[in-house]
Nanobody, 127 residues
Framework: DVQLQASGGGLVQRGGSLRLSCAAS????????IGWFRQAPGKEREGVSWISSSNGRKDYADSVKGRFTISSDNTKNTVDLQMNSLKLEDTAVYYC????????????????????WGRGTLVTVSS
């Protein structure tokens, strides 16, 4: 079974940093594209950052570009999300998700394209 677990969330002040980690079992990141998504209270789940397994291509939502960095360590089977300069609006439950790669180097951003989801980790940014 594919299992994903996001960790690293917590309470941080505005302008601070957190590093989230997504650990996986039952799959190898070499063969799966990974996405980070978040869901704030009362809002729909939205994409934050994505990484393609076939070529390491990365992309970010406009709202986090320049502040968040996604990285993968295939030896550890983890994908991290470094979040800097956090804003109040970054407060949400963050989820990592996986999909089998088409090995086409594409970035797949939609929630519906990811069949495997882990439990989320809560990030709260305070003023």
């Amino acid at each position: 079974d594919v299992q994903l677990q996001a960790s690293g969330g917590g309470l941080v002040q505005r302008g601070g940093s957190l590093r989230l980690s997504c650990a996986a079992s039952g799959l190898m990141f070499d063969d799966y594209d990974i996405g980070w998504f978040r869901q704030a209270p009362g809002k729909e789940r939205e994409g934050v950052s994505w990484i393609s397994s076939s070529n390491g291509r990365k992309d970010y939502a406009d709202s986090v570009k320049g502040r968040f960095t996604i990285s993968s360590d295939n030896t550890k089977n983890t994908v991290d999300l470094q979040m800097n300069s956090l804003k109040l609006e970054d407060t949400a439950v963050y989820y990592c998700a996986a999909r089998e790669s088409r090995l086409d180097g594409g970035i797949y951003k939609r929630v519906s394209e990811y069949p495997y989801w882990g439990r989320g980790t809560l990030v709260t940014v305070s003023s």
